[in-house]
């Protein structure tokens, strides 16, 4: 199977990327470096996450050449607006030493003052529209977001990043995506947000019907559902700081599931979100200022 997505602008993403959302600023380069030498090519980071340095740091430092390496990165809410986010592109091109970013998104919808959002959104467009990256897209835009985004915009966007994982699939917001050839990626794609506080019960790694399938291949759990979006089409970006992990996750082009597999996993959604409710985003309760350096 092809590891690369085309975008719905031409340009080649590779599917399965690496994530740093939590990731301490300090461990950042160590955990990209070993995500570059274990073969992974798309990082994704954002300014909000505090660690857009260190993932700048471990390219450089790879010795790869800057066009083998997807960069994608978010702008915060608090930098939304056209000269805003015209400027949080120079913030986090700073931060991770580039002249270019590959995936440059809006990291949430502002559902409240969508005005704002879409003069964030003709900035991307602006940069587009210049070369300084190389696709646009959004993140956490539910379906009415993304038809008065279509509405008012020209570009329509490469990718929308999502929570999507075997416990929360949202069908929709999939579905929506594929009308418009908007890649869905989903974020906590092997369910992390289902056992950050640590309670088996919720968490996806311990479903048993994840690790039925898992034990036929002589995989993990985290492989199985990363082979699930890979095989439905969608782009992942698991995170880890552990070495074993990082390259346990990228370990999963040597087995395919069924498609009574793939329809198992889907039916293990149980509708229930682990991140915020996108339609309560507000820069009131989640607003924060994104450093110059
Ligand atoms: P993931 O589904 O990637 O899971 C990560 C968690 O699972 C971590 O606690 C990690 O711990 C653990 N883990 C990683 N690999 C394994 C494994 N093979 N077996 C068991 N446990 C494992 O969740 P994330 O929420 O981190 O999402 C991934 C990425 O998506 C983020 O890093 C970020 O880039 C993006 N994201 C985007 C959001 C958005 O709003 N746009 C929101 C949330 C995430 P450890 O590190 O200790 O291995």
Known sequence: M?????????VEMPALGFGVFQTPPAETAEAVATALATGYRLIDTAAAYGNE?????????????????????????????????????????????????????LHQALPGEFERTIRAYRALERLLADGQVRAIGVSNFMPAHLASLLEQTEVVPA???????????????????????????????????????????????????????????????????LRWHLQEGRSAIPKSVKPERIRENFDVFD???????????DALDRGVRGGPEPEAITLESFGRDIPED
């Open 2 to 10: 092809n590891n690369t997505i085309t975008l719905n602008n031409g």
């Open 53 to 105: 340095r260190g993932v700048g740091d471990a390219i450089r430092a790879s010795g790869l050449a800057r066009d083998d390496v997807f960069i994608e990165t978010k702008v915060w809410i608090s930098d939304y607006g056209y000269d805003e986010t015209l400027h949080a592109f120079e913030k986090s091109a700073r931060k991770l030493g580039v002249d270019a970013i590959d995936l440059f998104i």
């Open 159 to 225: 990718v929308n990043q999502v929570e999507v994982h075997p416990y929360f699939t949202q069908p929709l917001v999939q579905a929506v995506d594929a009308e418009h050839s908007i890649v869905t990626q989903a974020w906590s794609p092997i369910g992390g947000i289902t056992s950050y506080r640590g309670d088996s019960s919720t968490s996806t790694f311990a479903d048993p019907a994840i690790l039925a399938i898992a034990e036929k291949y002589g995989k993990s759990a985290a492989q199985v559902m």
């Open 255 to 265: 087995f395919e599931l069924t498609g009574d597999e793939l329809r198992q996993l």
